[in-house]
């Protein structure tokens, strides 16, 4: 392989990171303020996909609008799903059992509603767009990807900046770092986790409609990106919001290189071998590394 | 505390009691339906309806009932002057292997059932054929094709599909064809991208028999496998492209090769001919992928253009008792499965599961809808019919390319 050859990749590598980052955002943000491991997150991906599905189909809503419809509305549906079902929870600053389950428990809810809905055959969004290329030179870029790549990093700076400008933010970073000052200076905890849980649940819809736009989808669509949110949340450091942007970065550039040097067969467990890795050598994460360095420094 | 104790000590027979009794209830209910095999013959299938294996399987089993339907509707199977209807009993295995075996297992011991059609699928098709000699029960599968189920000197076990080598060797005998004819030039690059079973192992062994026995011809420049139920290749077609070939083959099932194909056109990629083994003109392909799916071969084991008239009389029966029209291979294969196996009970004249098995080893279905006419299995339990070559050209046409003698269109190669 020549260097060019490698330029292909390289650029692969970099816009399937935005889509990796924009999947995994919400997971962090849940995880953050509430400590919930959101299983339910695939499930959710999976619903935003039929949704920009759904909207396509009957109304010809363009699936990059639908993505951004899915934002206020899969907003709203985390708010409701939060009054249902997480409030109940108990109250700890460790992942719990029942959280766990219950996410899951919401989870193979979601699944079996959408078979009931759209049954068991995979769908996909075809627009003229989705086989649109753009030749640069030695690099063919789709289009398709690139959009996704522009929506998913324009969507994740201006959740970055709603948390480091907005009350809201404040309040979110302040429960992260110790829920228990935060309570004391007048957060509402109850009301940010809510709010919180509203914008996970919105991220998960907007990426399973971007997602929508590059594969096709049923109602197990969502499992193989739920290891991969995992991945990148467990190597951003858990709950870090620029952490999470870096480990989307790694994993997408470990998975594209390295099934260049290995056979395609084994691409399956690169990330469990990564999730392991980090585990084991970096259980803080990027995020982690370096807060250590600059500590040392 | 007393009275309490014994009044819990009570309730506690009660429920015992209770729970023999409902148990007792089920047995009842159970026995007369296995009662009825008397009268009847059990037809255990076992197909996926569900999961990602499901599109096809549902398609099988639409082929198995529509046989059952039509022989029941004749008055069923004759044994010694007796008619027997068939009474098919089905399990949906979700695309699972484990519990695709559990339930053939089921169907033979459970269900007493005098014969088992299952198996959609290679992998689904590898678990479920250790059972047929366990508990000595014929099986067909009309949908796993790969030697290896074949090669393990099972008794009880057939398969109504020719195997995937040969699947292998027709394709390159296809292109070769178009080297001969002048459509491409010798010497061209082949890249071979293969589903991780012994399915795709077989695939890669007919090309490369057919290569070597015609030096010149083509060379493999890319062979890699990759595993099924992936959502993602794009790292596969990056080395699929730096490998430079002219010909790009898979061999996928239904949901990886509208993936796959849909990450090879986002790709940018071209080559001058390109194939996913068996699968291509699938109607739900066309759904996914419209035109990106035109100029695609594939090599299949039926097709609704054979000029045979028990063909068209199929496709219309089918059409009546669906509603729609067969989508590639997958009813016609399972249809003649079931024919041939109620032509061989017939044959044995009787219900016995050996006399069955040595009725099948010689039965011939003589008006088959599959290429040759003729289906019957071989010393192994396999099928060897001939392969035809289809191919996707514009305005949703499917035409057989090959062999010639038989085609409905002339090919179209290199891809424009």
């Known amino acids: 392989m020549s260097l060019i050859d490698y330029l292909d990749p390289l650029v692969a590598a970099v816009l399937l990171a935005g889509i990796y980052a924009a999947m995994s955002v919400g997971m962090t943000v ?8 959101n299983l339910a997150h695939a499930g959710l991906m999976m619903m935003g996909a039929y949704f920009a599905y759904e909207l396509f189909e009957r109304f010809h809503i363009d699936p990059v609008i639908a993505a951004i419809i899915a934002l206020p509305v899969f907003f709203l549906f985390g708010i409701a799903v939060h009054w249902l079902l997480v409030r109940w929870l108990p109250k700890s600053d460790q992942p719990t059992l029942s959280s766990l389950l219950l996410m899951f428990g919401f989870w193979l809810v979601l699944q079996n509603v959408a078979l009931l809905i ?14 649109s290329v753009i030749q640069m030179g ?3 870029i789709a289009k398709v990807r690139l959009i996704v790549f522009v929506l998913a ?9 709603v948390l480091r400008r907005s009350w809201f933010g404040r309040a979110v970073r302040a429960l992260i770092q110790n829920p228990y000052a935060a309570q004391i200076a007048g957060v509402d905890d109850r009301r940010t986790a809510m709010f919180s849980f509203g914008v996970g649940t919105a991220f998960a819809g ?4 971007l997602l929508a736009m590059l594969y096709s989808f049923s109602p197990d ?5 739920l290891l991969r949110s995992f991945v990148i949340i467990v190597l951003g450091g858990l709950e870090s919001f620029s952490g999470v942007a870096v480990g989307a970065l790694i994993l997408a550039l470990v998975e594209t290189f390295s099934i260049l040097f290995v056979p395609a067969s084994y691409q399956p467990a690169i990330s469990y071998a990564l999730l392991v890795v980090v585990l084991l050598v970096l259980p803080k994460g990027v995020a982690g590394l370096l807060e250590k360095k600059w500590r040392v420094a | 505390m007393m009275r309490n104790s014994v009044w819990f000590g009570c309730r506690r027979w009660r429920a015992a009691l209770l729970l023999v009794a409902g148990c007792v209830a089920l047995f009842a209910a159970v026995i007369p339906a296995a009662a009825q095999a008397g009268d009847s013959i059990i037809l255990g299938v076992v197909m996926p309806i569900s999961g990602r294996e499901g599109k096809p399987g549902q398609y099988q089993k639409e082929g198995i009932e529509l046989a059952i339907k039509q022989i029941n509707d004749k008055g069923g199977i004759t044994i010694k002057g007796k008619k027997y209807a068939i009474k098919e009993v089905f399990y949906d295995d979700g695309s699972d292997s484990a519990k695709s075996a559990t339930l053939a297992e089921r169907a033979m011991s459970s269900d007493n059932a005098t014969a088992v059609i299952g198996g959609y699928s290679t992998a689904l098709g ?3 054929s250790v059972m047929p000699d366990r508990y000595k029960t014929p099986w067909i599968t009309p949908g796993a094709g790969a030697t290896s189920i074949f090669s393990h000197g099972y008794e009880y076990v057939f398969g109504a599909l020719s195997p995937i080598a040969l699947l292998g060797s027709t394709t390159a005998e296809f292109l070769g064809s178009l080297v001969d004819q002048g459509k491409l030039k010798k010497g061209l690059k082949i890249a071979l991208a293969v589903e991780n079973t012994d399915h795709g192992i077989d695939y890669v062994n007919g090309i490369q028999d057919w290569i070597n026995k015609h030096p010149g011809y083509f060379t493999v420049v890319f062979n890699e496998k990759f595993e099924l139920g992936g959502t993602d290749y794009s790292g596969l077609l990056q080395k699929v492209k730096a490998a430079r070939a002219d010909i790009f083959l898979s061999d996928a099932h239904l949901q990886d090769y509208i993936t796959m194909h849909r990450q090879y056109l986002q790709s940018g990629m071209h080559h001058q001919m390109i194939s996913y083994g068996a699968r291509g003109p699938e109607a739900d392909a066309r759904k996914a992928l419209g035109d990106g799916i035109n100029y695609i071969f594939a090599g299949i084991w039926w097709s609704g253009k054979l000029p045979y008239p028990q063909v068209k009389q199929f496709i219309s029966d089918y059409k009546q008792f669906t509603g729609h029209d067969p989508d590639s291979w997958y009813a016609a294969t399972a249809y003649d499965a079931t024919r041939l ?8 004249g009787s219900t016995d599961k050996t006399k069955i098995r040595d009725a099948l080893r010689k039965a011939e279905l003589k008006d088959s809808l599959l290429p040759g006419t003729v289906l019957k299995f071989g010393a192994n339990g396999q099928a060897g019919y001939p392969f035809v070559i289809v191919q996707n050209q514009p305005g949703g046409k499917v035409e057989i390319v090959y062999p010639k003698n038989g085609a409905t269109a002339e090919p179209i190669a290199p891809t424009p």
């Open chain 1, 118 to 131: 759209w049954g068991n055959e995979d769908r996909s969004i075809f627009t003229p767009m989705t086989f």
């Open chain 1, 153 to 161: 990093v324009v969507s994740v700076v201006i959740l970055q900046i």
């Open chain 2, 341 to 348: 196996l109620a032509q061989a009970i017939q044959q044995a």
């Open chain 1, 221 to 225: 669509f969502g499992r193989q990106f």
């Open chain 2, 126 to 128: 590898e678990a479920e």
């Open chain 1, 138 to 140: 030695p690099v063919s």
């Open chain 1, 206 to 209: 907007f990426a399973g409609a």
């Open chain 1, 30 to 37: 849940i995880y953050g303020v509430m400590k919930i491991v």
